[in-house]
């Protein structure tokens, strides 16, 4: 079931730049405040600079969601676990799908991995067609229903995915672990404190990595498939709100570390959605990795105003 809502949610995902980190000290958010800073002023950013900080949440080191989808499951009304976030059974929903009785949804991706001492490195495909995309899934789909799992194309290299072991199965989700180093299905457990669930994932894992390296697909590929990642898994909250609207235009600049390419698509975003958002009275929700900020139209008296005029770049204090 869901409601309907006067008030609209934005969720601007990679509108955050990134934090200072104490453990690579290549990250830094000068070159982020520098492009933004090096923009001409307009008016949609100083709508912005004007709006009131709502409110700010900061996620533990260890979220295994992104600020993006933690934002998102609240704005829908979400009362779930941050490792458990139902983002499959809601496009499932969508798109109008149904599995049976006692089965769960869940996100298979294709991806990339590269393993180092233990641990492994994700990233998404680069390059991929739908085409093959289709033909990835039809090699992979004799092996997942030996195991009761239904495979149905939701995108390019993404799959949606139902079954009794996807009920409730605690997973990180795929923009979190392209973004640090990831164990195949979460954190490192010993294989006697593995559910039977994951047990079993971590067997059809095996089993994928050995056909896809040698599928005929990746001998012409730079970057093999090589594995495939679970996440989106959690069962559907009976209401969610409607009016939430996920936004992420921002993404492939943000995570090429591009500032100036970001800083432009920062601004057009700005102009064509933020400001215009901000203006009619909706929410905006700007969004990093592990922080976000809820800014919502200012009431400030008519002196705060010409203060903001006066200092033009204070907006920028916001995303910082």
């Known amino acids: 079931m869901t409601t309907r809502d006067s008030i609209h949610v934005h969720v601007v995902a990679y509108a955050l730049w990134p934090s200072s980190s104490a453990h690579d000290p290549a990250i830094t958010p000068h070159p982020w405040a520098q492009a933004l800073q090096a923009l001409p002023m307009q008016p949609s950013l ?3 600079g004007d709006a009131s900080l ?10 295994p969601c992104c600020a993006h989808e933690s934002a998102l499951a ?3 009304g979400w009362s779930v676990q941050p ?3 139902p983002m499959a059974a809601w496009h499932a929903a969508r798109m109008g799908l149904s599995g049976e009785a006692g089965h769960g949804w869940a996100f298979i991706d294709l991806v990339h991995c590269e393993f180092n001492l233990g641990r492994i490195r994700i990233s998404p495909p680069c390059l991929l067609n739908p085409d093959d995309s289709l033909t990835f899934m039809q090699a992979m789909q004799a092996f997942f229903e030996e195991d009761g799992i239904h495979l149905y194309p939701f995108a390019t290299g993404r799959f949606l995915a139902h079954a009794p072991v996807f009920q409730s199965l605690p997973c990180v989700s795929l923009e979190r672990a392209c973004l640090q180093d990831m164990h195949a299905l979460h954190d490192i457990e010993q294989l006697s404190e593995q559910t039977p669930a994951q047990r079993l994932l971590r067997r059809l894992q095996n089993e994928m ?5 040698t599928h005929a697909l990746n001998a012409k590929r730079p970057q093999p498939i090589n594995s495939f990642w679970v996440s989106g898994c959690g069962p559907l909250p009976s209401q969610s ?8 235009q921002l993404r492939d600049t ?9 800083a432009s698509a920062f601004a057009e975003l700005a102009l064509n959605l933020m400001a215009p958002a901000l203006q009619r009275g909706d929410s905006v929700i700007l969004c990093g990795v592990d922080r976000s900020l ?3 139209a200012s009431a400030a008296p008519w002196w705060q105003h010409v203060w903001r005029k006066i200092r033009p770049r204070s907006w920028v204090k916001q995303l910082s």
Do not use: C, F, I, R
């Open 83 to 85: 490792d458990q976030l």
């Open 54 to 63: 709502s409110s700010a949440n900061t996620l533990p080191a260890n979220s």
């Open 209 to 213: 990595q050995m056909l896809l390296y």
């Open 241 to 248: 709100h409607s009016g939430v609207h996920l936004h992420t």
């Open 294 to 296: 809820t800014l919502k």
């Open 74 to 76: 609240q704005a829908m």
């Open 254 to 262: 943000y995570l090429q570390h591009d500032p100036t390419a970001w």
């Open 46 to 48: 100083e709508t912005l």
